[in-house]
């Protein structure tokens, strides 16, 4: 497989560039213009994830629609919205809107952003919601973007989580030979 490591030059927590910052970086960095998958270094995803089901919603959604993405999104927990970037979505699993960290009651919306993309455009897209930071509003799409739900994720950034997520494979993972599949 063609795996490349980039590194953003972050030595301490406080001077980190942000997980659209890096994406950018990474596009930029590797002169990306195809379709791409793109897994935060830091999150696991249940068993039920299958990167064939998301690869097949994929393009669904480009036969609908060729200038259409794809992200997957959980439903977090109240207290969590303040955590994650949070999307509000319309009956069709269409995205609205994403806002990044907002209070509880700035939207009724737990659907977190797993940061899982797949699509061309990438850099359209990126430069389209660097260019609403600071964030203190929402991020409107040019183009449709929709949502595959998943059951949830690990986001390994500490200790705690790390026990959490690796009780969680010692107990419930049943097939490991086709995890992901």
């Known amino acids: 497989p063609n795996v490349k490591i980039i590194n953003d030059g972050t030595r301490r927590n406080e001077d980190r560039h942000g997980a659209v910052a890096c994406l950018q970086l990474t596009v930029k960095s590797c002169a990306v213009d195809d379709h791409l998958v793109v897994i935060g270094g830091d999150t696991l995803f249940r068993e039920d994830f299958s990167l064939r089901k998301f690869t097949e919603s994929f393009f669904e959604v480009q036969n609908k ?3 259409s993405h794809l992200v997957l999104s ?5 207290e969590e919205t303040s955590k994650y970037w949070i999307l ?20 009724r919306s737990r659907n977190a952003v ?4 797949y ?10 919601i660097l260019n609403c930071y600071p964030f203190n509003n929402a991020v409107y799409f ?3 973007v929709y949502v595959l739900r998943i059951s ?15 009780k969680y494979f010692r107990n419930q993972l049943q097939n490991p030979s086709v995890y992901l599949m």
Request: one cysteine or more; hydrophobic letters at 30%; charged letters at 35%.
């Open 88 to 107: 509000e979505l319309d009956e069709d699993l269409k995205v609205q809107c994403m806002k990044e960290k907002p209070l509880l009651s700035e939207t």
């Open 142 to 144: 040019r183009r449709p």
């Open 65 to 67: 629609d060729k200038e």
């Open 152 to 166: 949830g994720r690990f986001d390994v950034g500490n200790l705690p989580s790390y026990i959490e997520c690796d």
């Open 74 to 78: 959980y439903q977090c927990k109240d």
């Open 119 to 128: 699509f061309t455009g990438l850099p359209v897209f990126i430069q389209n």
């Open 114 to 117: 797993c940061f899982l993309l």
